[in-house]
T-cell receptor
Framework: RKEVEQDPGPFNVPEGATVAFNCTYS??????FFWYRQDCRKEPKLLMS???SGNEDGRFTAQLNRASQYISLLIRDSKLSDSATYLC?????????????????FGQGTILTVHP | DAGVTQSPTHLIKTRGQQVTLRCSPI?????VSWYQQVLGQGPQFIFQ???????GRGNFPDRFSARQFPNYSSELNVNALLLGDSALYLC?????????????FGQGTRLTVV
């Protein structure tokens, strides 16, 4: 089982639609959770962190369910500029040589295309 | 203020050759991580360096090595290149080794092995 799993899509939606992405993770000890956005042939950029209480940033809402090990991202009123790959990212602590370090584990990404 | 910079941006190498990729983190950031992103997949963790020491290593062969310099810049070396090493190599900069704050990525080096 992959550490972080996402539905790869692709999702093709019209402008103005609401679209939801889901993600599950396998390590119950995971510490922090993020959604990153990656445009074609560009680097990933942080979209938002995800908290158990849920958080909202404009048209974007992220939710975390630690009991189910499930993360979601909801995009309302989709814009053409939302077309990108959305990466679910989980941070967990790993140990090497007695020192802890944070390690980001990425899902494979969900491709979103918003069309006119 | 400069973000994370990587060089070169593109590179074509032949199987069996060696390659060195470079990364300069954001000023003040002491943690540099390297990731490999194969087309259609999410980035895979290769290394983390913090305060010039290797803190973590992903599931990559010994052909992959890295180091961090006193100014916190970093190099990733790959020896005996294989076709499967063709990928986008991303460098991420963070202020701490625990990565619980935002990681900033460079634009990546696109390596093609022929």
């Amino acid at each position: 089982r992959k550490e972080v799993e996402q539905d790869p899509g692709p999702f093709n939606v019209p402008e103005g639609a609401t679209v939801a992405f889901n993600c599950t993770y396998s390590n119950s000890a995971s510490q922090s959770f993020f959604w990153y956005r990656q445009d074609c042939r560009k680097e990933p950029k942080l979209l938002m962190s995800v908290y158990s209480s849920g958080n909202e940033d404009g048209r974007f809402t992220a939710q975390l369910n630690r009991a189910s090990q499930y993360i979601s991202l909801l995009i309302r009123d989709s814009k053409l500029s939302d077309s990108a790959t959305y990466l679910c990212v989980v941070m967990g602590f790993a140990n090497a040589g007695g020192t802890s370090y944070g390690k980001l584990t990425f899902g494979q990404g969900t491709i979103l295309t918003v069309h006119p | 203020d400069a973000g994370v910079t990587q060089s070169p941006t593109h590179l074509i190498k032949t199987r069996g050759q060696q390659v060195t990729l470079r990364c300069s983190p954001i000023s003040g950031h002491k943690s540099v991580s390297w990731y490999q992103q194969v087309l259609g997949q999410g980035p895979q963790f290769i290394f983390q360096y913090y305060e010039k020491e290797e803190r973590g290593r992903g599931n990559f062969p010994d052909r992959f090595s890295a180091r961090q310099f006193p100014n916190y810049s970093s190099e990733l070396n790959v020896n005996a290149l294989l076709l499967g090493d063709s990928a986008l190599y991303l460098c991420a900069s963070s202020s701490g080794r625990l990565m619980n704050t935002e990681a900033f990525f460079g634009q990546g080096t696109r390596l093609t092995v022929v």
